[in-house]
C-alpha cells in the first residue's frame, strides 16, 4: 500500500476512537489507519496509563497499528503557562489542541505519510470548527491534508456512546488536564481524587491505581475467555488527608485506619487497655488489649495485636505507612475492633502508652460512584 493510503490518527482516548475509527474506515475504506496516542496533557500518568491501556485494546479490536508518542508533560505545562485558569474551550484547551496536532504532523512528514486527523473531532466537549482551522493550519506548514469528518451529527453522539458501552470500554469522567479536573470536582463539591495517590500504593476505592486493577482484570477475563460484568459502585470513599499523634512535645510514629473521622488536635483523657476477645482475619479468636479514653471515641490498639489480628509482621507503624495492608484488610479490621458502621478513630502506635496523647486527624469523606468488575 503507497504512503498516500496511509493516514495517521491522533487518538486522544479509547471512546472518541473507537467509533471515529470505525466510521473513518467506512469514509476512507482505501486508506490503512495508524493511531498515534500523544497526550501529554493527561494528568496524572496513572490516569495516562490506564487510557493508553483502553486504546491498545480498541486498536486490537479494530486490528488498526498503534505508535505511542512520548509523554512530554513538562512541555505540556511551558506550553500552556498563563493559561492555567482558562475556561473549559478556552485558549488552554485551543493551545492543547494545537501541541499535540502539531506533533502528529510532525510525525505523519517523517513517516511520509500526507494526510492525518484526530480523534478530537468526535468529542463533544471539542468545539469542532476551531479544530478544523487549526488542523488546516498546522496542516499546511508541512505541506500535508488535515483529514476533516464530522461523525457527531444524525445520531453519531449517541452511537458513540452505545458503542463504548457495547465494547466495555473505559469511561473516563473528565477531559484530561489537571486545571479542568479541579474546577470541575469544585463544581461537584468535591475534592479530585484521581490527584491523590497513598504514599504505600495501596489500592483503596476510588483510586487510580483501584481504577487500572479493575481494567487490568478485564482483559485478563478476555484473554482467558472469562465471563465478566463491568458496572459501578457508590461507596463513600475516605481519604487521609494528614494526621499527627502528639505524646507531650513529641510527634510519634502512628497509623491511622480507614474511616477514622477528623481530630482536631483533641487531648485525650489517660488511656485505658482492656483485655478483649476478637476474632482475627481468619475468624479465629484473640485475646488482645484495646485503649480507651474517657471522653473521646478514639480506640488504640499496638502494632503487635494489628499483626495478630491480621496476620502481618510489621516491625513497626512507620513500615506499615510505607506498605500498608490491603484495604479490604483494614476495613476488615474496623469491622472486627469498632463495627463496620463505625466512624471512631483507629490509631495503630508502636507500643500501649497509657498517658493522655494529642490527635490530629484531617479525614476526608466523599460519596462517589466507582468502577468495578464482577467475575466468573
Given at each position: 500500500m503507497s504512503a498516500t493510503q496511509k493516514m495517521l490518527v491522533h487518538i486522544c482516548c479509547s471512546v472518541d476512537s473507537h467509533y471515529f475509527l470505525s466510521e473513518l474506515r467506512k469514509i476512507y475504506p482505501q486508506h490503512e489507519m495508524i493511531g498515534y496516542f500523544y497526550n501529554p496533557n493527561i494528568h496524572p500518568k496513572s490516569e495516562y496509563d490506564l487510557r493508553l491501556l483502553d486504546v491498545e485494546r480498541s486498536c486490537k479490536m479494530l486490528n488498526i497499528p498503534l505508535l505511542e508518542g512520548e509523554y512530554e508533560i513538562k512541555k505540556w505545562f511551558v506550553d500552556i503557562k498563563g493559561l492555567e485558569n482558562e475556561p473549559e474551550k478556552g485558549e488552554r484547551c485551543v493551545k492543547?489542541?494545537?501541541?499535540?496536532?502539531?506533533?502528529?504532523?510532525?510525525?505523519?512528514?517523517?513517516?511520509?505519510?500526507?494526510?492525518?486527523?484526530?480523534?478530537?473531532?468526535?468529542?463533544?466537549?471539542?468545539e469542532q470548527q476551531i479544530l478544523y482551522a487549526e488542523g488546516d493550519e498546522i496542516a499546511s506548514r508541512y505541506g500535508l491534508d488535515f483529514i476533516k469528518v464530522d461523525v457527531r451529527s444524525n445520531g453519531g453522539t449517541q452511537a458513540q456512546s452505545e458503542l463504548a458501552n457495547k465494547d466495555r470500554l473505559y469511561k473516563q469522567t473528565y477531559c484530561g488536564c489537571q486545571y479542568a479536573l479541579i474546577k470541575q470536582r469544585d463544581l461537584q463539591k468535591q475534592i479530585a481524587l484521581e490527584l491523590m495517590s497513598n504514599i504505600g500504593r495501596q489500592i483503596a476505592p476510588g483510586s487510580n491505581e483501584q481504577r487500572k486493577r479493575v481494567f487490568e482484570i478485564r482483559d485478563e477475563c478476555e484473554a482467558q475467555g472469562r465471563e465478566y460484568a463491568l458496572y459501578k459502585q457508590s461507596k463513600i470513599i475516605w481519604r487521609n488527608l494528614r494526621s499527627v499523634c502528639i505524646d507531650g512535645d513529641k510527634v510519634i510514629s502512628s497509623y491511622v485506619i480507614t474511616h477514622s473521622r477528623s481530630k482536631n488536635m483533641v487531648k485525650t483523657a489517660a488511656i485505658t487497655y482492656i483485655k478483649q476477645n476478637v476474632k482475627d482475619i481468619r475468624s479465629q479468636m484473640q485475646s488482645i488489649q484495646m485503649g480507651y479514653a474517657k471522653r473521646d471515641d478514639s480506640v488504640f490498639i499496638s502494632i503487635q495485636t494489628l499483626n495478630l489480628l491480621l496476620k502481618t509482621s510489621y516491625a513497626n507503624t512507620q513500615e506499615m505507612v510505607y506498605n500498608p495492608p490491603p484495604y479490604e484488610d483494614e476495613l476488615a479490621l474496623r469491622g472486627l475492633l469498632c463495627g463496620a458502621d463505625s466512624l471512631n478513630p483507629i490509631i495503630v502506635i508502636d507500643s500501649h502508652i497509657e498517658r493522655s496523647l494529642k490527635l490530629f486527624i484531617d479525614a476526608y469523606f466523599q460519596e462517589s460512584s466507582i468502577f468495578a468488575i464482577a467475575t466468573y
Open positions: 492543547c489542541f494545537d501541541m499535540r496536532l502539531e506533533k502528529t504532523a510532525q510525525v505523519a512528514h517523517k513517516m511520509n505519510i500526507e494526510s492525518f486527523t484526530s480523534t478530537l473531532l468526535s468529542s463533544p466537549l471539542k
